[in-house]
């Protein structure tokens, strides 16, 4: 059997095991311990898809999902560099699996996402001899894309992440190829393009750092600015990648509270806390001095000591603690994954480091925190 077949027969194995299951996600009670029954009636509880999960390799990652999870976003699949690698060329091989899961589960499900400067195929922004195209071409290329990505799944994909990343921390425009050519204009075209393939989609702006005051303030002035011309945006997502230490709870309270101000839902979105140092940019060549360096940097591959594994929990608490607050704002909250084996955080940005960012560990068990945060969201009126 070929690798492709073998695949698509493991996909196959895989989907069929899927809808031995129920799909109302609303049957579970609340003393088995599921989090998406904990959080019903405030938010969806969502988790990126990786390709282990899409392809069906991974059983018991997809047996947590269906049991804790309701909301699904692919991880890398749907960015434009995988699935049209070269113009006119579109791969739907992984995107089409898991929009399969998707309706085979009745998650909730989001793309992600259309337009980003990071893993974009070059040829999106270049001629032939390798210079930038005129704003016409590139304007044609991303009404192409969308049209075709976004037609494709025309009522089976409730939201899109349309434009991710254009905002820097000081709540400039991020000087992309996108910005380059086409001024701020690309934003408001891409939303443009999003809502006349799918009219009925959602549409929402995604970005890091979120609680930061000058990215705040950025993203506020750009969707009051879309709003303005007339342009569909639905949602915010504000990614979650957090660390012990931050972002401080209040600035992000603050930015929950001025993001729902402009009538738009509030999405935590890509959530996960890494316990890491971070690294140093002022490392020499020394090789004793940067192994001493990597082995500082990843001091915990035998497991978390009981003084971190406290604070993470703490800051989860807070956390959620926040959201459920806010909870009439917010309308989906979303890991970057569904076990630690399967966060990027692993890898970036210094590969090779073992980081526990997630709520389920790498044997697929529940980390002593999600009793607490079930407890905390069934008890919140």
Wanted: a negative charge; proline letters at 4%; charged letters at 25%.
């Amino acid at each position: 059997m070929n690798k492709n077949l073998l695949l698509k027969f493991t996909f196959t194995v895989s989907l069929v095991w899927l809808s031995s299951f129920s799909v109302d996600h609303k049957a579970p009670s609340h003393d088995e311990l599921f989090l998406q029954s904990a959080f019903e009636g405030k938010f969806l509880f969502g988790a990126a898809l990786g390709r282990r999960h899409i392809n069906g390799t991974d059983l018991k990652g997809l047996e947590l999902l269906r049991q804790h999870f309701n909301s699904i976003v692919a991880e890398n699949v749907m960015k434009s560099g995988p699935i049209q690698p070269t113009e006119g060329n579109f791969n739907f091989t992984m995107a089409d699996r898991f929009v399969e899961i998707g309706l085979q589960g009745g998650y909730h499900m989001v793309g992600h996402t259309l337009i980003w400067h990071s893993q974009a195929p070059k040829w999106f922004f270049t001629d032939k001899d390798g210079n930038d195209v005129s704003p016409e071409v590139l304007t044609q290329r991303m009404k192409d894309h969308i049209y075709t990505v976004v037609g494709r799944y025309k009522g089976k994909v409730h939201g899109w992440d349309v434009v991710n990343e254009a905002i820097l921390d000081d709540g400039s425009w991020r000087n992309s190829k996108f910005y380059q050519i086409l001024g701020e204009d690309f934003v408001k075209l891409a939303f443009q393009f999003a809502h006349e393939a799918d009219p009925d989609a959602e549409l929402y702006y995604n970005d890091y750092s979120m609680a930061n005051p000058g990215k705040r303030e950025g993203v506020v002035r750009m969707v009051k600015r879309l709003q303005e011309q007339g342009i569909p945006i639905h949602g915010i997502g504000m990614q979650g990648h957090i660390g012990l230490e931050y972002p401080s709870m209040n600035q992000f309270e603050k930015s929950i509270l001025a993001f729902s101000e402009l009538n738009v839902n509030v999405m935590i979105t890509e959530l996960d806390l890494t316990v890491l140092p971070a690294p140093r940019r002022d490392m020499g060549a020394d090789v004793a001095t940067n192994a001493a360096y990597q082995e500082s940097l990843n001091p915990y591959t035998e497991g978390l000591p009981e003084e971190v594994q406290r604070k993470f929990d703490e800051r989860y608490l807070d956390l959620f603690g926040l959201l459920l607050k806010h909870h009439d704002k917010i309308s989906r909250v979303t890991l970057w994954g569904i076990q630690d084996g399967d966060s990027w955080k692993n890898g970036w940005p210094v590969r090779g480091r073992t980081d526990y960012p997630l709520l389920f560990n790498r044997d697929y068990s529940p980390k002593r925190v999600v009793g607490e945060i079930i407890h905390m969201a069934t008890a919140y009126q």
